[in-house]
C-alpha cells in the first residue's frame, strides 16, 4: 500500500549490489528484496517484497511500504516468477500504522519487473501502478528492487574505483529525472509560455487525505475558495486570454499531517509540467502564465 516517507538511501543501494548471478538462487526458499517506489510526482517511498514460491511459478507473501516511516503498511501479494521477471499485486492490508480510511489505500500492481544488468551488477527494476479497491487508479511510477540478501557486498564494492564512478554517474541521472518535477516552495512562481486559449489546472493528493484546503486565485480575483484536495484529481480549466495570467495557490489550513501537501500537474496544449508544494497554513505560489 502506498504510503509517504521519501528514502533516498535504498534508492542508491540498488546500483551498488554486486550479484554473481541472481539466475541460480533457490527460489524456493523465502526471498527478501528491498528497494523503492519513485511515483511521478517525484517522491520516494521505501518498499520491502517478501515472498516464497510454488514449483509453477506462484509467489505468494507481503509487502511493505513505507517501512521507514509513521504509515509503514503490510500487504498481502500474489504474482508469478520466472527466470526473466516478476509480477505482483497487493490484494489486502494485514497491518497498518496509517490513520487513513481504509477504503482510501492504494494497492501496488507490477508487471514484468525485469532482472537486468548494469554492467557486472543485476536488479529488478519496472513500472508500477496503483489502484483502489474498486480498480479506480490512483498512482503510478517506476520501482527499482534489490535482493536484500546481498546488501552486505555494498561495501566492498565502494571500494571499487569503477563502482563508485558507476553510482555518482546513476545518482546524477536521479537528480535530473528529480528536475522535471518542479518544487514550488512557498513564494516560488512557475514561470510559463502559452498560445493555448486556455490551461488545465490538475489537483490532487497521492496518499493520504487530510483535509488540505487550498484557495485558487486569477489574477488577483478568487476562482475557487475552499477546496479540499483528495486522491481523486480535480480539474480546473483556466482561461489564459490577458498577455499575462496569473494563478495563485494559497493554503487555507495543513489539515491533520502537517504541511499542506499538493501534488499537480498544469497541462498546456500537449505540454505537461508536474509540480509539488508544501505550504503551511497561509503560504502561497504563484502560475506565471505569458502569452
Excluded at 149 to 173: G, P, Q, T, Y
Excluded at 183 to 190: I, P, R
Excluded at 239 to 248: N, R, V
Excluded at 249 to 271: D, M, P
Amino acid at each position: 500500500m502506498i504510503s509517504t516517507t521519501k528514502h533516498f538511501f535504498v534508492f542508491v543501494i540498488i546500483f551498488i549490489v554486486k550479484i554473481n548471478s541472481i539466475y541460480a538462487q533457490n527460489l524456493n526458499d523465502k526471498q527478501e528484496f528491498i528497494g523503492t517506489l519513485q511515483t511521478i510526482e517525484g517522491k520516494f517511498i521505501s518498499y520491502k517484497l517478501i515472498f516464497t514460491k510454488d514449483p509453477s511459478g506462484t509467489i505468494t507473501g507481503k509487502s511493505i511500504t513505507d517501512f521507514f516511516g509513521k504509515n509503514c503498511t503490510e500487504s498481502t501479494i500474489v504474482g508469478k516468477i520466472n527466470a526473466h521477471s516478476i509480477s505482483f499485486q497487493e490484494t489486502k492490508n494485514i497491518n497498518t500504522q496509517s490513520k487513513a480510511d481504509p477504503n482510501i489505500f492504494c494497492y501496488v500492481h507490477a508487471n514484468n519487473l525485469k532482472f537486468e544488468q548494469f554492467k557486472d551488477k543485476y536488479y529488478l527494476r519496472g513500472n508500477f501502478n496503483a489502484k483502489y479497491n474498486n480498480g479506480t487508479a490512483c498512482a503510478n511510477g517506476k520501482i527499482y528492487l534489490a535482493s536484500a540478501a546481498l546488501l552486505e557486498d555494498v561495501k566492498s564494492n565502494l571500494n571499487n574505483k569503477e563502482d563508485r564512478d558507476s553510482l555518482k554517474k546513476e545518482i546524477a541521472n536521479l537528480k535530473n529525472t528529480l528536475l522535471e518535477h518542479t518544487n514550488l516552495t512557498a513564494n516560488k512562481t512557475l514561470d510559463i509560455k502559452t498560445t493555448e486559449k486556455s490551461l488545465k489546472l490538475i489537483v490532487w493528493d497521492s496518499y493520504l487525505e487530510d483535509n488540505d484546503q487550498i484557495d485558487i486565485y486569477v489574477n488577483g480575483k478568487i476562482l475557487l475558495n475552499n477546496i479540499e484536495i483528495k486522491q481523486e484529481r480535480k480539474i480546473i480549466e483556466i482561461e489564459t486570454s490577458s498577455p499575462i495570467t496569473e494563478i495563485k495557490i494559497v493554503a487555507v489550513n495543513e489539515g491533520s499531517s502537517a504541511k499542506n501537501t499538493l501534488n499537480g500537474i498544469l497541462e498546456n496544449g500537449n505540454e505537461q509540467i508536474p509540480f509539488i508544494s508544501k505550504l503551511k497554513k497561509g503560504e502561497f505560489v504563484y502560475i506565471k502564465v505569458k502569452k
